[in-house]
């Protein structure tokens, strides 16, 4: 029979990489795959989500990060804390 008018049953799926050396392979990855054709072979996981929670997130340009993680470091606080602190006293100080 020619190869044209074989029917695969199944397609050939590259194997899932146990370990990305990157996000940008990461990302390279699941751009070109489906996460239907590797279901078998992850786990389950059990998350919780509280719509109600009084967090957000926002984002932080990667270098202002840096200088806020060591600063806070240096205060003896979390990121969060410290930005959370300063936000408050700016948003004080504007009303």
């Not at 146990?18 to 795959?33: C, G, K, M, N, Y």
């Not at 389950?44 to 509280?50: A, P, Q, S, Y």
């Not at 202002?64 to 700016?90: D, F, P, Y």
Request: glycine share 2%.
């Amino acid at each position: 029979m020619p190869e044209s008018t074989k029917q695969t049953t199944q397609r050939d799926i590259d194997p899932l990489p146990e370990d990305f050396d990157s996000l940008e392979e990461f990302v390279a990855f699941w751009d070109t795959h489906s996460t239907a054709d590797y279901e078998d072979q992850m786990d389950d996981v059990e998350m919780h989500i509280d719509i109600r929670s009084s967090k957000v997130y926002c984002a932080v340009a990667k270098d202002l990060l840096a200088q806020l993680r060591t600063h806070a470091r240096r205060q003896g606080v979390s990121t969060e804390a410290l930005i959370n602190l300063w936000l408050r006293e700016k948003a004080t100080k504007a009303a």
